[in-house]
């Protein structure tokens, strides 16, 4: 797995140098004082065959626990830009994040196989990557299906130095019980974008991301193009449909040909599909999250589930929690990309529970 690693003197980091035309509030969020430095990682699977490439984008900080994030099914590292830039200035800590196997820019010989097993190793392999033989303090924090994969992660000591572990929005009886429409949803999204822009402007108005700030930086690792014409089904509308059927009240004869040239200059245009097909990867859905409840609780770490609804909280859970088993905090008004929607509520939390742990410290001149 080879992995290249994007971070600078200052604490500040991303690949802002290839999205900053794109998302210029994310320019803003993440500013160079110096050129960051880029680090290749090489890593291989046991067998020595399954090499595969990884990006993490997001690489902050020089002190304290590496807080190591681990994004949901589809999305990428770039859904923690947002939080990364809040939490890092409210507690000491580093953080790296990853895109996951056949996730963001990861290129895998054998993305086929996205198997908990498989998947929770890739993590201690990165981390053996980066550290050696003696990795800082982790605290390991996932949303949904990284969320899931955090656990088993943890359940499998592929962290040794593990202090911590986050779990945000998944939980094994609404999870399973979801896998039944999950194709139809699937489904419903659309098949391709016209633009990048279009795509975070149908995640916000899907409600996907609530979050407009967020949204202009995720969804870039959501999505890459695609040679698909433009009339193939399921390409979703934009906001520049209207501006093209306000140009077209002209009188009769302008109005045809300029809708021709508009039709003939759609049809070169390149489209943006989804980066993963997720509806390929069903037949590890099950193994993601059957038995998650039970491997999270017998996880010999201090726990944090932070939640978007209490209904999501299954029976084994409820009572682990009742027996203190861990903490748990539910951030209402948030989608199910809970750190994306409300990423100072998330990083409010993690930093409370961080400091209450004695993990960390808060930031001097932070005011709580």
């Known amino acids: 797995m080879y992995g290249r690693f994007c971070s600078n003197q200052k604490g500040c980091c991303q690949k802002v140098i290839e999205f900053k035309w794109i998302y210029p509030l994310f320019k803003i969020l993440f500013l160079f004082d110096t050129q960051p430095a880029m680090e290749d990682v090489e890593v291989e699977n046991d067998n020595g065959k399954d090499i595969s490439f990884t990006v993490a984008p997001i690489s902050v900080g020089q002190h304290g626990p590496v807080l190591l994030l681990l994004h949901g099914g589809g999305h990428s590292a770039l859904s923690w830009a947002v939080f990364t830039a809040v939490i890092y200035n409210r507690i000491n800590c580093r953080v790296v994040a990853m895109d996951l196997r056949a996730h963001g820019d990861t290129k895998v010989k054998n993305s086929d196989d996205l198997s908990a097993e498989t998947m929770a190793k890739d993590i201690g392999k990165v981390v053996e990557t980066l550290y050696g033989e003696n990795p800082p303090p982790i605290m390991m924090i996932g949303h949904s299906m990284g969320g899931a994969i955090a656990v088993h992660t943890a359940a499998a000591n592929h962290v040794p130095s593990l202090l911590g572990l986050c779990v945000i929005d998944v939980v094994e009886g609404t999870a399973m019980d979801a896998l039944n429409s999950m194709q139809n949803f699937l489904r419903s999204r659309p098949k391709t974008f016209k633009s990048v822009e279009n795509a975070i402007e149908w995640s916000v108005k899907s409600g ?20 698909e014409p433009l009339n193939s089904p399921g390409v979703s509308k934009s906001i520049s449909d209207g501006i093209i059927e306000e140009e077209e009240e002209e009188e009769e004869e302008g109005e045809s040909n300029h809708k021709r040239k508009k039709e003939d200059d759609q049809e070169k245009e390149t489209l943006y599909t989804w980066q993963i097909d997720l509806s390929k990867t069903e037949k590890y859905w099950e193994g993601w ?12 770490v201090p726990k944090l589930l932070l939640l978007a609804g209490v209904d999501r909280l299954d029976k084994d859970l409820t009572i682990g929690q009742m027996q203190g088993k861990f903490q748990m905090q539910v951030l209402p008004q948030c989608g199910h990309a809970v750190h994306e929607d409300a990423p100072e509520k998330v990083a409010d939390a993690l930093a409370s529970f961080m400091v209450r742990h004695k993990f960390t410290e808060f930031k001097e001149g932070f005011l709580w």
Request: net charge positive; proline share 3%; hydrophobic share 40%.
């Open 208 to 227: 996907q991301i609530r979050n407009v700030e967020s949204a202009r930086v995720s969804m870039g690792g959501q999505v890459k193009k695609c040679e």
């Open 289 to 300: 999250f059957s038995g998650l409840s039970a491997l999270f609780l017998s996880c010999p």
